[in-house]
C-alpha cells in the first residue's frame, strides 16, 4: 500500500517568512495529491491540490510542487501570517474514488 | 468551497450507551465518504469507505459490529458507536468526495467536516 512520510513535524516561522513542508509518497499509482489545514478542534480545510500532470501549482501565497520522478511534493507559504499557524497534512491518492492516505502532519506556528 | 457538516459537534455518553453522528454534504451529492477517527496530536486513521446504496468497506482492525455505517442517501451518512466504551472516546470526522469537475478544479475534492468530540465517561 502506499505510505506518506511528511517532515519536518513542527515548524516555527517569523511572520513574514516563508514556510516549506515537505511530503514523499511510495506509490507511483498515486496521481492526486492534496494538502489541509485543521485547526484546533477543527475538521482538516482543503487548502491546495496537484494531479500528477501538473508540476506547479500556485494559489495566491500557497504553492505546491510535485516531482514524480522522485515522489516527493512540497507546500510553500510565502508572507506567513499568525493565522497560518496550524496543523498540515499531506495526502495522496490514486484517483477515481480511492481513499486518501496522509502524512503525520506538520505543526506550524507563526510567531508576530 | 463545498460545506460538509456533522452533528453533533461534542457528545458525552455513559459506558454502555449508543452514540450516534451524522455526515452531512450540504452543496453536493456524496457517493463516497469517509468516516475518520483523530488522536490528540496524531494524524487521521481512517476507519470506514461508505459508499452510497452499498455496504461500508471498514478498514483492517476496526469492529464493524462496532461501528455501525449507514450511507442512506447521496447528502448523508451516519456512524454509530454501539456499546461505547471510554477507550472509544476520540474525534471523529467525516469526509465525502465531492464528484464531477468544474473547469479548473480537480474532480476529486475530499471535503471534511469539523468532526464531532465523543467522550465516552
Known amino acids: 500500500g502506499e505510505n506518506v512520510e511528511q517532515h519536518p513535524s513542527t515548524l516555527s516561522v517569523q511572520e513574514g517568512d516563508s514556510a516549506v513542508i515537505k511530503c514523499t509518497y511510495s506509490d507511483s499509482a498515486s496521481n492526486y495529491f492534496p494538502w489541509y489545514k485543521q485547526e484546533l478542534g477543527k475538521g482538516p480545510q482543503l487548502i491546495i491540490d496537484i494531479r500528477s500532470n501538473v508540476g506547479e501549482k500556485k494559489d495566491q501565497r500557497i504553492a505546491v510542487t510535485l516531482n514524480k520522478t522522485a515522489k516527493h511534493f512540497s507546500l510553500h507559504i510565502t508572507e506567513t501570517q499568525p493565522e497560518d499557524s496550524a496543523v498540515y497534512f499531506c495526502a495522496a491518492s490514486e484517483v477515481p474514488g480511492n481513499q486518501f492516505y496522509f502524512g503525520t502532519g506538520t505543526s506550524l506556528t507563526v510567531i508576530p | 468551497g463545498a460545506v460538509v457538516s456533522q452533528h453533533p459537534s461534542r457528545v458525552i455518553c455513559k459506558s454502555g450507551t449508543s452514540v450516534k453522528i451524522e455526515c452531512r454534504s450540504l452543496d453536493f451529492q456524496a457517493t463516497t465518504m469517509f468516516w475518520y477517527r483523530q488522536f490528540p496530536k496524531k494524524s487521521l486513521m481512517l476507519m470506514a469507505t461508505?459508499?452510497?446504496?452499498?455496504?461500508?468497506?471498514?478498514e483492517q482492525g476496526v469492529e464493524k459490529d462496532k461501528f455501525l455505517i449507514n450511507h442512506a442517501s447521496l447528502t448523508l451518512s451516519t456512524l454509530t458507536v454501539t456499546s461505547a466504551h471510554p477507550e472509544d472516546s476520540s474525534f471523529y470526522i467525516c469526509s465525502a468526495i465531492r464528484p464531477g469537475a468544474e473547469s479548473g478544479r480537480s474532480p476529486y475534492e475530499q471535503y471534511f467536516g469539523p468532526g464531532t468530540r465523543l467522550t465516552v465517561t
Open positions: 461508505s459508499n452510497e446504496g452499498s455496504k461500508a468497506t471498514y
